[in-house]
């Protein structure tokens, strides 16, 4: 028997307009115009012979019966847009989109990618860069690197390696000041942190027993990297992540004026859904950066 469906493009419209409670912004994401999303949104509402939405002076207000109908055409949609994209991602296809949290990505990631190009020339890497977890049912991406206290949820997970916060700074911040010996003396310096890692400083005086010393005070940046450059620049001490600041302590372009560290409940994980466990391309990837995170804890020691 023949499916009785209505147009596709009143669908389409429909459900674009009661998402964005209006036509205007409806129109903007379908790229055509107000007066054709209004058309279509009519078109629809005369083959079912019921009213879907109210125009209003500011946008539309869809009726019980149009929001019950856009949920359902919002779930069917989004089933068509997973599948397409699970179908677009061909196991021939030789690209690997990766996510990662900003300063991995360039305190630790691209300063080793030259390694994993070398191995596989054939792989072409798509990187991106967010402080949002990923969810691999909506975002297009094959895998990530998840931070946090524990695995992502739903994804093959393996854990790389800990969080250890250490103070760093350069030491050109000493030209005719003297060095923190202990803790307390912290308290001369300006200390940098991201804005996303405001409890770092804090957790990290609390193990030191420097309760006199404000961890919420000095200098915040947008993310960990420019907190870092900030340090090298002379502005300040930034409580670091070890794994972040390995190759600078080792090339003296940063030093660690204490010697505490502190370790965290958080962790970095590589993340990717189960659909891409017989994928060759995030076989690779995995076994690449297992033995990168496997070597630089063995330098740590």
Not at 34 to 44: D, E, K, Y
Request: charge should be positive; glycine fraction near 6%.
């Amino acid at each position: 028997m023949a499916r009785r469906l209505p147009p596709l493009n009143a669908l389409r419209a429909f459900e674009a307009t009661a998402r964005n409670g209006s036509l205007t912004r409806a129109a903007q994401e379908l790229s055509v115009t107000q007066g054709a999303v209004s058309r279509h949104v009519t078109q629809l509402e005369g083959w079912l012979g019921i009213p879907l939405c109210v125009r209003l002076r500011h946008g539309i207000e869809t009726t019980a019966q149009g929001a019950a109908y856009a949920a359902t055409l919002r779930t069917a949609f989004d089933l068509i847009e997973t599948q397409t994209r699970q179908l677009r991602a061909r196991p021939t296809d030789s690209t690997l989109r990766i996510k990662l949290p900003p300063t991995f990505a360039i305190r630790w990631f691209v300063p080793r990618l030259a390694r994993f190009h070398a191995l596989h020339r054939h792989i072409d890497v798509h990187i991106t860069t967010s402080h949002q977890p990923v969810a691999f049912d909506r975002d297009d991406v094959d895998l990530c690197i998840h931070s946090g206290p524990g695995p992502l949820p739903g994804a093959v997970c393996r854990k790389l390696f800990g969080e250890i916060l250490l103070p760093v700074c350069s030491p050109g911040l000493f030209k005719g000041v003297a060095p923190p010996r202990e803790p307390a003396d912290l308290a001369r310096f300006v200390l940098l942190c991201s804005m996303h890692r405001t409890s770092d400083w804090p957790a990290w005086l609390a193990a030191a027993q420097a309760t006199s010393i404000d961890g919420n005070s000095g200098l915040k940046f947008e993310n960990s990297a420019l907190a870092y450059q900030a340090a090298i620049d002379e502005l300040g001490i930034v409580m670091a992540q070890r794994a972040f600041v390995e190759d600078d302590l080792r090339s003296s372009r940063l030093l660690a004026p204490l010697s505490l560290r502190v370790r965290t409940d958080n962790a970095y994980y590589l993340a990717y859904p189960r659909s891409g466990e017989a994928s060759p391309l995030i076989r690779a990837f995995e076994a690449w950066i297992v033995q990168e995170t496997a070597q630089m804890e063995e330098a740590a020691r």
